[in-house]
């Protein structure tokens, strides 16, 4: 039997949309990859670890000093909104742990472990750190925020002792007090974005920001503005790193080099398109440059039956991703939205847009690529490589990558893609991936798997 | 469920229940576990969500495993990839 | 006023600009997209004189094979690997068809051995009837060979700039128009590939050139070659030729020197369809397991597609038109452009610069009035009769 609907990714957006067109009677079936519900902001610890009491407050207990760190954090409570979206979950089919490589325009939907076909989609894969090279960045001990920040909610685990936070962007807070209040040693959150004046405009968002700006005062970390991680050092680990303040075009003014065994660095997010694009379904830009999937007020794509929501549709953070999902779910089911979803989401996207003004990236970090610093994890393709291939005329990514294999290696471009395109001088185009997720050759040359809906 | 252990390269890990192996390993002060193929650099946990393929491993002889996405599961034999 | 442009910055159009250029004209490339952005950006990089039947493509094939590698000492820098293909049989029925193809190769010059496959290839898999071992097969990394032959050449490369038509004085053609102005030249090579046929239109001359879809996987890299030379099934043979709409598939696998092997090949006729086949890639996987046992646990982590030119009857287009004098195609050359690209190049530049096109000729005074440099002159016995860009009207 064919799912009525089938929702890839269980973030905010996801999760909201499967709960939501259950209770309107269809019949849904929920992917993702992990093996937990929750996406990324309501990233939950292993159920063996257990949680305490349900809580409301955002950030981690405060621990013991004298605790060791691996022993000391406990599993925290979850969220009483992530339970909330959880238990309108009853009814939904869920397929946890299951990597979707393909989507088909017939709605079948290839993972790992089988394949699933529904009457309809809705695709909330999220969106990844956006990354950006300096020299070092490749040491072991240099993390993206975002993982940093899995490894701790996730897992229990803290990145590092002395850890520094740097790039852009509001999710830095989070990242800082939550490693601080875990027990690590934050040597300083450096945000690269100076003016941050037009956020009063928001006084719900101001106060969660000052909550985490509470946490950072309790554990002094400082927090600079106009200051950028420049440089990683270590031999096999990360020893240092060299911090700058830094101008507008965010070129290095004066440098000073801080001791830390860790770094969490990210500017900002990518919305993961790989499933959206190989549908066919029509992209577009977001205010920051980036590829989105073009939705209408329906959160209805280009194509007939697949919807998308949240951060596949525009970074903004989980409220935004929960209303999408909210709105999405009502259009596919034809019940009429609650009061007042729409106004809030109307506030949240005009909010995440006021954040990609506030927090852009500025190209300035050009400045710091050495001819030997590596420019594609993957392929380890240097700086100079890039500027090899422009001599001989790559104009723009694709032949940037045909010509200097960047983009061609395990990621696919993920991680380098951003940095890339810049290079190029321009946006990143959307991602063409047809194998989203590696799969075997066996598994592949077993197409369509065996497993299908009426298997489980 | 209390504690248990994996080995990596022979050396036991301690892991607490649903943990990744990735996470483990870095739990344990062991953060790089791969060398690049072309220069020989160290590598682990980057992204920590499956997206930048840093972190790959072999697992109970599965060559190329993320540990960052990848549960420990008791007396798993991790090696490097 | 340059002597010749060339439309299309692919292999072809790069291969036409460097032998046009070292024959002493100028040269400005114009490309709408980026080098290498078409066809060649998708192609293998195989150089191939296994495939072909004893006839003209295999001539051509025969002298491109040669190019190559005199290319690789003189410009070098696209990973030209000279390993060797190595052609296999299932079964006693299709060894006995592809003995007697290689016989009749080698009565043309191709260099060809009937071995036991496992001596050449260690992980193949067991209980095939038996292969052919082609030394002269090499390979080049596509892209960088169209990137390199064109900086070499020297030649002006006008990226982004679409040719939009010609201008002409009675039925020659005096230059391009582009969508940044005119562009007189002393020649025009149209070298568009599956495009050509547009490029030729605008002329308002008929060239039949389509486009045939083939999807490429690409696996992890890997860290030890698994493969050593380029592998496929001889029924890629039967397939090349075939006039048949739907698809075929065959295995083609290789090793590269950046570790990911590749495997194709597919082909299909639909138009410039980009919409993924599934059933296509599980097909390619399914046969490349076969071939290679241990490929089975490796992973893919691409995939691509790309769109052949091809003429009905399979053979390029390469030479000077009579129907619009000043106008030279280089075009149609389906499946083994990358391999044919040098002799393509060259022979345009003969033309271009006099060659009658018949062997036995002399070299008469061309469009430009000069001859070739005296190394490429005189030698080439190649008819480029069966090439002529008239012979399907
Ligand atoms: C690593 C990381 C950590 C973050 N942590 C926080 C945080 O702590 N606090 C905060 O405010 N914001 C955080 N964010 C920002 C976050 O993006 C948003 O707050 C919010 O989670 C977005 O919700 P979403 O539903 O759009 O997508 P997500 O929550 O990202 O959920 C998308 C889901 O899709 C799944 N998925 C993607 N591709 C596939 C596939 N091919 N097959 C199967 N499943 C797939 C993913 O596993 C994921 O669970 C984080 C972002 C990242 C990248
Ligand atoms: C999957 C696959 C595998 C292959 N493997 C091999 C192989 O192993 N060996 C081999 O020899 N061949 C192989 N081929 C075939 C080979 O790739 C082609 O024959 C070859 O690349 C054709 O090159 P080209 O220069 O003629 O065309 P292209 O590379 O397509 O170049 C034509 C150029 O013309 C430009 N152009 C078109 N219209 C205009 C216009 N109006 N104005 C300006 N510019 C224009 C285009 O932008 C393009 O860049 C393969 C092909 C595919 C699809
Ligand atoms: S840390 Fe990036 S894939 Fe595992």
């Known amino acids: 039997m064919k799912y009525d609907l089938i929702v890839i990714g269980a973030g905010p957006a996801g999760m909201a949309a499967a709960g939501t067109a259950a209770r309107g009677g269809l019949r849904v079936a929920l992917v993702d990859s992990a093996a937990q519900l929750g996406g990324q902001f309501h990233r939950q610890p292993p159920p063996e670890l257990g949680g305490g009491n349900v809580r409301d407050d955002p950030t981690h207990e405060r621990l013991g000093r004298d605790q060791s760190i691996e022993q000391a954090i406990q599993a925290p409570a979850p969220r009483r909104d992530f339970l909330r979206l959880r238990d309108r979950l009853t009814g939904v089919d869920l397929h946890l742990g299951c990597r979707v490589w393909a989507v088909e325009p017939s709605f079948a939907v290839h993972h790992d472990g089988g394949t699933l076909t529904g009457e309809r989609l809705l695709i909330a894969t999220g969106a990844h750190d956006r990354v950006v090279p300096f020299p070092g960045w490749d040491l072991p001990g240099v993390m993206t925020a975002g993982g940093a920040q899995a490894l701790l909610k996730g897992n229990l685990v803290v990145a590092g002792r002395r850890i520094a936070v740097a790039g852009t962007g509001p999710f830095l807070l989070p990242v800082a007090a939550g490693l601080a209040a875990a027990g690590a040693r934050v040597v300083g959150v450096f945000e690269a974005a100076r003016q941050m004046g037009a956020l009063a405009r928001y006084p719900a968002k101001l106060a969660e920001g000052a909550g985490y700006a509470a946490t950072l005062a309790r554990y002094r970390v400082p927090y600079h503005r106009g200051q950028a991680v420049v440089a990683a050092h270590g031999a096999d680990e990360l020893a240092k790193v060299t911090v700058a303040k830094i101008d507008d075009g965010w070129r290095a ?195 369509p798997l065996r497993s299908t809906n009426d298997d489980a | 469920m209390s504690g248990f252990e994996i080995v990596f390269s022979g050396r036991p890990i301690p892991v607490r229940p649903g943990q990744t192996i990735g996470a483990a390993l870095h739990a344990a002060g062991i953060r790089s576990w791969r060398t690049t193929r072309i220069n020989g650099r160290p590598r682990g946990l980057f992204c920590g969500i499956g997206v930048c393929f840093d972190c790959l491993l072999t697992v109970n002889g599965e060559p190329n495993v993320r540990a960052c996405l990848t549960v420990a599961r008791p007396g798993d034999e991790v090696t490097t990839s | 006023m340059p002597d010749v442009v060339v439309i299309g910055a692919g292999v072809v159009g790069a291969a036409c600009a460097y032998y046009a250029a070292r024959a002493g004209l100028s040269v400005t490339v114009v490309d709408q997209g980026a080098v290498a952005g078409g066809t060649t950006g998708a192609g293998e990089g195989n150089v191939l004189v296994s495939d072909k039947e004893p006839g003209p493509e295999l001539d051509l094939a025969s002298l491109s094979a040669g190019l190559w590698s005199d290319l690789a000492a003189e410009v070098g820098g696209f990973e030209y690997e000279p390993k060797g293909g190595l052609v296999v049989a299932e079964t006693p029925e299709v060894l006995t068809a592809l003995t007697g193809l290689a016989a009749k190769q080698e009565s043309s010059g191709v260099r060809a051995e009937v071995v036991t496959p496992e001596e050449y290839e260690p992980n193949i898999a067991r209980g095939l009837a038996g292969g052919v071992y082609y030394p002269q097969d090499a390979q080049v990394q596509p892209m960088l060979a169209a990137a390199r032959l064109l900086h070499a050449s020297g030649a002006q490369i006008r990226t982004g700039v679409r040719v939009t038509g010609f201008t002409r004085s009675g039925d020659r053609i005096t230059g391009v128009r582009t969508d940044e102005g005119d562009l007189p030249a002393g020649a025009v090579v149209n070298a568009a590939g599956t495009w050509a046929g547009d490029i030729a239109a605008l002329a308002g001359l008929p060239l039949p050139v389509l486009p045939r879809r083939g999807f490429i996987l690409v696996t992890e890299p890997l860290p030890e070659p698994l493969i050593h030379h380029k ?126 096109g018949q062997p036995g000729r002399p070299i008469k005074s061309g469009a430009n009035g000069r001859s070739g440099p005296a190394e490429s002159g005189g030698q080439l016995d190649l008819d480029l009769f069966p090439f002529r860009p008239e012979r399907f009207t």
Not at chain 1, 281 to 303: F, N
């Open chain 3, 231 to 356: 592998v496929y099934t001889a029924a890629y043979v039967t397939n090349v030729a075939s006039e048949d709409e739907g698809l075929e598939t065959s295995a083609v696998v290789e090793g590269t020197p950046s570790g990911p092997v590749l495997i194709g090949a597919s082909r299909e006729r639909v138009g410039y369809d980009r919409t993924v086949s599934y059933p296509v890639l599980a097909r390619l996987a399914e046969q490349a397991v076969a071939l290679f046992p241990a490929l089975a646990t490796r992973k893919v982590i691409r995939a691509y597609c790309g769109f052949r030119p091809y003429c009905p009857d399979h053979l390029p287009v390469i030479g000077p038109d009579p129907r619009a004098p000043g106008l030279y195609h280089a075009t149609g050359h389906e499946g083994a452009g990358i391999g044919l690209a040098p002799a393509t190049g060259l022979l345009i530049s003969r033309v271009v610069t006099g060659y009658s």
């Open chain 1, 253 to 447: 003014i004066r440098t000073r080099e801080i001791e830390c065994d860790a770094l969490a660095v990210g500017y900002g997010f990518v919305p993961q398109l790989d499933l959206p694009v190989q549908l066919g379904c029509a992209t577009t830009r977001d205010s920051d440059g980036s590829a989105i999937v073009a939705v209408d007020d329906q959160m209805r794509t280009s194509i007939t039956g697949v919807h998308a929501a949240g951060e596949t549709t525009g970074v903004g953070g989980a409220e935004l991703a929960e209303l999408d999902g909210i709105i999405a779910g009502h259009s596919i089911t034809g019940t009429p939205l609650p009061d007042g979803v729409r106004r809030r989401r109307e506030r949240a996207r005009a909010f995440a847009r006021l954040l990609h003004e506030v927090f852009p990236v500025r190209d300035g970090w050009r400045d710091r690529l050495r001819a030997d610093t590596i420019v594609c994890r993957c392929e380890e393709v240097p700086y100079q490589a890039i500027c090899d291939a422009q001599a001989l005329g790559a104009v723009d990514t694709r032949s940037l990558k045909l010509l200097a294999r960047p983009g061609m290696g395990w990621c696919q471009g993920r991680m380098c893609g951003y940095a890339v395109a810049r290079l190029a001088g321009e946006d990143p185009p959307p991602p063409r991936r047809p194998i989203a997720q590696p799969i075997s050759l066996q598994n592949l040359a077993a197409y």
